[in-house]
């Protein structure tokens, strides 16, 4: 196999070269996600999403143009009504399905952790899903953040690394709807480039200010304030490493360590979308059976893998 043992890998390659970091640049920000989920969950026209989520217009058409130069989603006229746009999600952005899902189920527990999920999953015949469980498909045991192996593909070596593009403003001081406040507890994470990169060096052992500045080029003023956000959000533990001067590290808790299929589920994405010529940038082994690492999610009623086209959010 054309590809280095993953120790060659540091953490900025892993990272800031990974697909993690290229499909964040495609579909990394707050209002995008929220968008395509809204595909997801049978929002498909200008005015639904407007309702909804309460995008501004200005900021829903630009989206809704950046996802269809990417080939995530298409247009078309309504049948009944040549005048109504609708949107639906090509093969590419069809196969943001498992995505969709571990956000569904990381938000069903811990976002509503009180009450149902406001969007429910349904399943096959028998309807609504309680949970899921994400597992290798080769031998059904889980997929964890630390038992998913990285090495780099053939394509690694031509990758162009792009100048990292500009912070995309994510904080909005726009109404929005009940819904879009349930989903922007989560979206503050998920849709919020720098959290979203945070997290991913969290699971290499990046634990420091320091190695987090060093490690993602990030400017201190904004690790400080996503630091402070995510340990709000129970997302980090802050641990005291120094008494004199105080200095803390940053610990994964349960909450992140649930997170892992997310930004795992948007690599994979990645790893089969986002390729050059010369091959596959990166490969992924599961550790504890050594296959090639392909994640199915399982539904807790039936214990079915759920598939696209079995699967449903109302
Ligand atoms: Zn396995
Ligand atoms: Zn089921």
């Known amino acids: 196999m054309n590809s280095t043992p993953q120790s060659g890998l540091n953490v900025q390659d892993r990272i800031l070269k990974g697909q993690v970091r290229r499909a964040l640049d495609e579909i990394g920000d707050r209002w995008t996600c929220l968008i395509l989920l809204g595909l997801f969950r049978g929002i498909n026209s200008f005015d639904a999403w407007l309702n909804n989520y309460g995008i501004s217009p200005g900021i829903l058409s630009s989206r809704l143009k950046h ?9 078309s006229t309504c049948k009944s009504d040549s005048r109504r746009v609708i949107y639906s999600l090509t093969p590419k952005g069809q196969d943001l399905y498992m995505w969709a899902l571990a956000i ?26 309680s949970d899921l469980h994400f597992v290798c498909a080769e031998c059904l045991a889980g997929v964890s953040f630390d038992n998913v192996a990285i090495t780099t593909g053939p394509g690694y070596e031509s990758l162009k690394l ?58 201190s003023n904004i690790l400080s304030d996503r630091l402070a956000n995510l340990s ?12 004199r001067p105080p200095r803390y590290e ?32 990166f490969v992924r082994h599961h550790i504890p059976c050594g296959h090639r690492l392909k994640v199915v999610a399982i539904c807790a009623e039936c214990s079915e893998p759920v598939s696209a086209a079995s699967m449903s959010f109302a």
């Open 162 to 219: 792009l100048p990292g593009s500009a912070e995309r403003k994510t904080r909005t001081s726009q109404k929005v709807t009940v819904e879009a406040e349930h989903f922007g507890r989560s979206m503050d994470i998920i849709g919020d480039r720098w959290s979203f990169l945070i997290i991913s060096a969290a699971y290499f052992g990046v634990a420091r200010f320091d190695e987090f500045q060093a490690q993602l080029n990030i400017s």
């Open 250 to 281: 940053y610990i994964l808790t349960q909450k992140s360590l649930d997170f892992y299929q997310i930004p795992l589920m948007l690599a994979l994405w990645g790893d089969r979308w986002l390729t050059v010529p010369e091959g596959e940038l």
């Open 232 to 243: 709000n959000h129970g997302m980090l533990a802050r641990n005291r490493y120094s008494e």
């Open 67 to 75: 996802l269809a130069q990417i080939e995530v989603l298409s247009r």
């Open 104 to 129: 569904w189920q990381w938000e069903s527990k811990w976002v509503f952790r009180d009450s149902p999920h406001t969007v429910l999953l349904n399943h096959a015949d028998h309807g609504t899903v």
